[in-house]
């Protein structure tokens, strides 16, 4: 199976090193996470994302939000009481089951000892999403109305695209084997058309890409829509 590359890393923070003990915040059971080197990166393929709206949330592990920003509004440096924590950073306030941008997130646990500080590091963010691309092919490309789309499906979501939209859909698949149902409906050569599939056993990190064209049998129109051999069950491998 060839694999596909998704450099779809947000890089974002966390080792631990100490520093000399602070004598002031020592006397408060408080410690200091250094915020300064965090930054988050994304590139999918050849499209760079700006992470400038990366979402960053701390919580304590009795459940207690005690900071949030994004990436480009974090602070160099932050004082909290000794204890656990969890650094969270998402592309997104929640993971819509249907949209136009991946989801990426991830978290990394740290623990904060008075008077010491907490540098951060590195968290991996990988994509979350199943990446779905509609492209046309052949002669159905020229015979295309401007009333052609193709509905893409996932459970009960859906997104319609039309034949311009090269942009692609990423799904929040909910179980390990789902099943995309693709509707292309519109006027093709002043008739119109209807074309239906499915396309089964696509999950969470894979990339399907869908060519639809059409093709003539007996003088008979035909369309068909299939997955591209050079991206067949591809995965998109984070690394």
């Not at 990394?108 to 691309?133: A, D, H, M, Y």
């Not at 693709?182 to 074309?195: K, L």
Request: glycine fraction near 8%.
């Amino acid at each position: 199976m060839k694999k596909y590359i998704l450099s779809a890393l947000a890089l974002v923070a966390i080792a631990f090193t100490s520093c000399e003990n602070d004598p002031a915040s020592t006397a408060y059971g408080e410690g200091m996470l250094d915020l300064s080197a965090i930054s988050a990166t994304i590139e999918e393929s050849t499209r760079a994302t700006s992470t400038d709206n990366f979402l960053v949330n701390i919580t304590s592990s009795r459940g207690e939000n005690v900071g949030s920003w994004t990436i480009a509004t974090l602070p160099a440096h932050i004082m909290l009481r000794e204890g656990d924590y969890i650094l969270e950073v998402a592309s997104a306030e929640s993971h819509a089951d249907v949209a136009r941008e991946g989801y990426f997130s991830g978290y990394r646990e740290f623990n904060i000892t008075s008077g010491q500080t907490t540098t951060v590091e590195t968290i991996i963010c990988p994509l979350e999403s199943l990446k779905v691309s509609v492209e046309f092919e052949g002669e159905i490309t020229e015979a295309m109305s401007d009333d052609c789309g193709t509905t893409v499906a996932l459970d009960e979501a859906s997104l319609r695209v039309t034949k311009d939209d090269s942009a692609p859909i990423y799904f929040r698949p909910t179980g390990e084997q789902n099943t995309l149902s693709v509707v292309f409906e519109g006027t093709v050569d002043g008739a119109a058309e209807r074309f239906e599939t499915e396309i089964p056993g696509v999950r969470l990190g894979q990339w399907r890409h869908i060519i639809i064209k059409m093709t003539y049998e007996d003088g008979v129109r035909v369309f068909s829509a299939g997955i591209a051999p050079w991206i067949e069950d591809d995965d998109i491998v984070v690394e």
